[in-house]
């Protein structure tokens, strides 16, 4: 080959090659996207934990809780009704979000500032307080994080539950705070004598009174600070933004409705807990 046609192809390689990255970003960066799911024939993949009465497995792993049926009510307006659940641990469902083993993360997820950080939220589904499930009769009377410093009690929360972070901020000690893999465990904690007290969301900790046959009862969310209540979404991955935009036109006709609270009775949300004006973008400030 002459030296002329060696120079003249040094020349052309470099504009395919920078054609040929041209082409490859778009793909990379709508990779795992749920819009190329959808399009490609794919269901979208729910993700949740077994927190009842929030997001749980019924039959064949059917979404049951008031905040899958929110969220499937979205989707079935947006015209998406092909979805496979996939059920895990309550810890892994930021990190499997992530790792894109789903698309959609619901199970009564709090919006705080540090999962901001590692996911989006769609605009809030519903407000809600945190408290305690204690022994029958309350005998340590632990009705708030202020309780459990200064009478020295043991406090168990579930692997990433929010209570544990809230804790801290009201200056409880390490030493007085019991990690467990979930409210399962959580209950049996207190049911046992380990623990002293557990913390919860206000529905979580009602479902587990109930379920314990009398055992433990739940405290007055009221008692903590105004704080501590906080706003719930459904998770997305950083790069789903497109399809989070339409979710939450969506949500914003949903939310409130006669057929979402149609939907959510069962589960004892009432239109006490509708979410009101504050925006998703607020709440990642300020809790």
């Known amino acids: 080959m002459s030296t002329r046609k060696i120079k003249k192809w040094l020349c052309i390689v470099p504009v395919i090659g920078f054609v040929a990255v041209l ?21 979208i993949r729910l993700g949740f934990a077994h927190e009842i009465p929030w997001a749980y497995p019924g039959d064949n792993q059917k979404p049951l809780g008031f905040v899958n049926a929110i ?5 079935e307006q947006m015209g998406y009704t092909d ?28 919006i705080t500032k540090s999962r901001c950080e590692n996911v989006n939220f769609s605009e809030p589904v519903g407000v809600f307080g945190e408290c305690f499930i204690v022994p029958k009769g309350n005998p340590k009377g632990l009705h708030s994080y202020q309780d459990i410093k200064e009478k020295n009690a043991i406090l168990v929360s579930g692997a990433g539950y929010t209570t544990i972070e809230n804790a801290k901020k009201e200056d409880v000690p390490e030493g007085n ?23 919860l969301t206000y529905f979580s900790a009602l479902h ?8 433990v009862e739940a405290t007055d969310p ?23 935009k339409a979710f939450n036109e969506a949500l914003q006709d949903y939310i409130g409705s006669d057929a979402m609270l149609e939907a959510v009775e069962q589960y004892g949300y009432t239109e006490s807990q509708l979410p ?3 925006a998703t973008s607020w709440v990642c400030e300020n809790r």
């Open 71 to 75: 969220t499937l009510g979205i989707l």
């Open 23 to 43: 082409a490859w970003l778009p793909c990379q960066a709508h990779a795992d996207s749920i819009f190329d799911r959808i399009n490609d024939g794919e269901p």
């Open 276 to 278: 009101g004006d504050i």
């Open 83 to 110: 979805i496979e659940p996939v059920v895990t641990e309550w810890g892994g469902l930021i990190p499997g979000l992530k790792a894109s083993r789903f698309d959609i993360i619901t199970g009564g997820m709090y």
């Open 222 to 244: 009221r008692k903590n600070p105004k704080w501590t209540f906080n706003w719930v979404g459904i998770g997305f991955r950083k790069t789903d933004t497109e399809f989070m």
């Open 177 to 199: 705070l019991m990690v467990v893999p979930g409210n399962t465990e959580i209950l049996a904690a207190v049911k046992s004598g380990r623990a002293d007290a557990g913390g």
């Open 208 to 215: 587990l009174s109930r379920e314990s046959g009398g055992a």
